[in-house]
């Protein structure tokens, strides 16, 4: 109950800050939308809507990173998240309440970029809702990032690493071009990372390929609860003051 | 009694910041804690509010451990912090209403409590403003505001009139004073003023220490000062332990 009511909350504080908002769904409709006619002035098939749709909606989930991130790290530097760690609720609370307004934020990003897939040429069938429910999980690796580094850092640093991240986050994930064309060392992170495998998992999803689904996705799934465990024990950690 | 403090101190490494600290506050005690910057009065108030682990000692607020019984003794106080710790994008109601729900209280006696609030500290006429753009004034009311929405049996208030100007601060006095005697306060501040308007009792804190406890009159009589003001300077001066 507590935590639906802190949910309530961060829900109005994200939707009520409507420029991030309109700019996580829209910068991702509008980089599918020039890649789209880009790949129409290409002689080989790189962005295929097909192989370029997961991906663009998984980059958009770095947003997701930025919001929770930045709620968490205002919260922390405005002192109201002393103000609510006085209160007697607990940390599954706290981190509950940070996730949960995202999930609808995060469903309402894949909506507008399928909408804009379906718009450009995408043909809708079965793979297609599948692939949401693989989308929404891997959601929750992005709200992970954005809770750890919201956790650690303050507000004004989220909006510094959101930079970085976004930008390792999709060069790594094979968005826009496949790792094995640069190939070494940078490969060998991207596969170590959980970028590529959650593009490729939301990929698979989309061609039928289901059972190409599992292993991405279970190394996904793995990094997601690898964070939140990371997360949580930090943020313990701040609720007794001990760093 | 509704505070009882005993020993309680905080070490970070070899820095000590609380030192044995003892003392208690009568129910209903309006007491204010001074001290100089890194006084310590901060991190007492953090430890009485559960948001520090001491390293020794324990308080017992309204019968409750700090130590052995932290989310019972959370039930019982609440803290409006130095920063005015509001949501900025809610309006001033759904920030009352906030606090009351975390608290447990259900959506109809959440709203009863909020309009009693918003009465007592004039703010029903910006209920539906968003707190982001109410004057520093209104903020530091909606930020004590919040925090009597669980109806704490101790209240903390954390230089709770910090950057206001004079007519603000003189009005969020006249509140303050409403609920002497309903609710025990603890206040820190640097307005000595301040303590001279509300307190009932003062503790001096000099380097973690208890320099000095009683009210106004007790402490310039046993210091042969004339004013709180010379009694703090007294107190605190840096040779004087």
């Known amino acids: ?211 190409d689904v599992c292993l991405p996705l279970s190394i996904v799934i793995g990094y997601t609860v690898f964070l939140f465990i990371i997360a949580t024990l930090l943020f313990k950690r701040k609720m007794r003051g001990q760093y | 009694m509704t505070i009882e403090i005993k020993g309680l101190t905080k070490h970070y490494k070899e820095i000590v910041v609380v030192d044995q600290l003892s003392l208690c506050i009568e129910k209903g005690e309006f007491f204010a804690l001074l001290g100089q910057n890194a006084a310590g009065k901060t991190t007492t108030i953090k430890m009485l509010c559960g948001l520090l682990p001491p390293t020794d000692g324990d308080a017992m607020l309204d019968g409750e451990s700090i130590v052995h019984h932290q989310v019972a003794a959370k039930k019982k106080i609440n803290i409006s912090p130095q920063e005015t710790a509001v949501a900025p994008n809610l309006t001033v109601l759904e920030n009352l209403l906030f606090m009351g729900q975390i608290y447990g209280c259900s959506k109809i006696e959440a709203k009863k409590r909020a309009n009693a609030q918003m009465n007592l500290f004039g703010l029903t006429p910006r209920q539906s403003s968003k707190a982001k753009t109410l004057s520093g004034g209104y903020m530091r009311r909606l930020s004590v505001a919040m925090a009597m929405m669980s109806h704490p049996k101790i209240l903390f208030l954390d230089e709770p009139t910090l950057g206001m100007d004079v007519r603000a601060r003189r009005d969020l006095w006249k509140i303050l004073s409403q609920l002497k005697g309903e609710v025990t306060i603890v206040l820190t501040t640097h307005y000595l003023e301040e303590v001279e308007m509300l307190a009932d009792r003062v503790g001096i804190m000099h380097r973690g220490k208890m320099r000095a406890l009683g009210t106004i009159q007790q402490l310039m009589h046993e210091t042969k000062k004339h004013s709180l003001e010379e009694v703090f300077l007294e107190l605190t001066e840096e040779d004087s332990l």
Not at chain 1, 96 to 109: E, F, K
């Open chain 1, 1 to 211: 109950m507590k935590a639906i009511v802190f949910a309530t909350r961060n829900h109005k504080e994200i939707v009520r800050d409507p420029i991030t908002l309109i700019f996580g769904m829209g910068l991702p409709v509008l980089i599918m939308g020039l890649f789209s006619v880009m790949q129409k002035n290409m002689p080989f098939g790189l962005f295929e809507i097909s192989n370029l749709a997961p991906g663009v909606i998984v980059f958009s989930f770095s947003f997701l990173t930025l919001f929770s991130g930045m709620l968490l790290g205002k919260d922390k530097s405005s002192s109201f998240l002393m103000r609510i760690f006085a209160s007697p609720m607990s940390a599954g609370d706290y981190i509950l309440g940070y996730v949960l307004p995202l999930l609808p934020i995060a469903l309402l990003q894949i909506i507008f970029c399928l909408l804009t897939a379906l718009f450009l040429g995408l043909s809708f069938n079965i793979s297609v809702l599948l692939m949401v429910g693989v989308l929404i999980v891997i959601s929750l690796l992005y709200i992970g990032f954005g809770l750890l580094f919201g956790t650690i850092f303050t507000d004004k640093q989220v909006g510094g690493i959101f930079a970085i991240f976004v930008n390792l986050s999709t060069w790594f994930s094979g968005t826009w071009f496949e790792p094995d064309m640069i190939g070494g060392t940078f490969q060998s992170i991207a596969q170590l990372l959980p970028f590529v495998h959650a593009v490729n998992a939301a990929r698979a999803a989309l061609s039928g390929a289901y059972l």
